[in-house]
């Protein structure tokens, strides 16, 4: 089996946020949803289990993150184009979301970054990696490839 990943993220309200989700164009697994839990389907190998609060606690003793005052992970997800980080962006804002910070454009690589319903951060970016290198040195806040 190759490795997979499944972000959990908890949800205030499970139906909500598929439909948030939907109208950026995502799909959901429905082999992992029901009344609980909902698989929000980000590529072959990567998912977001989007759970709801009560159902997220009985996975750790740790209580769930105020979003409107902490953040507890920015999921990145990189797409093919600029065109396709400004039309999910303008999904997301449509849909409800609030945009986090400006558009941020090193040439090289070009990303948004919105807040979800339930404030979760998301980074939606496009990277030229023949252009990376030294010029990702430059960027502030980002790894070298």
Known sequence: MATKIFINLPVKELKRS????????????????????ACLVISDSIYAMLVMEKFFLTFTKKQVCN???HAETINAIAV???QQVDTI????????????????????????????????????FHMDESKAGQAAASAPGHASV
């Open 67 to 69: 979003t409107a005052t």
């Open 18 to 37: 598929m439909d948030f989700f939907t109208k950026l164009g995502f799909s959901f697994n429905p082999r992992f949803t029901d009344q609980n839990a």
């Open 89 to 124: 962006m303008q999904a997301a804002l449509k849909a409800g979301a609030i945009e986090h910070r400006p558009a941020q454009d090193y040439g090289w690589m070009y990303g948004r970054s919105f807040q979800d319903l339930d404030g979760h951060l998301w980074e939606v």
């Open 80 to 82: 093919g184009s600029r």
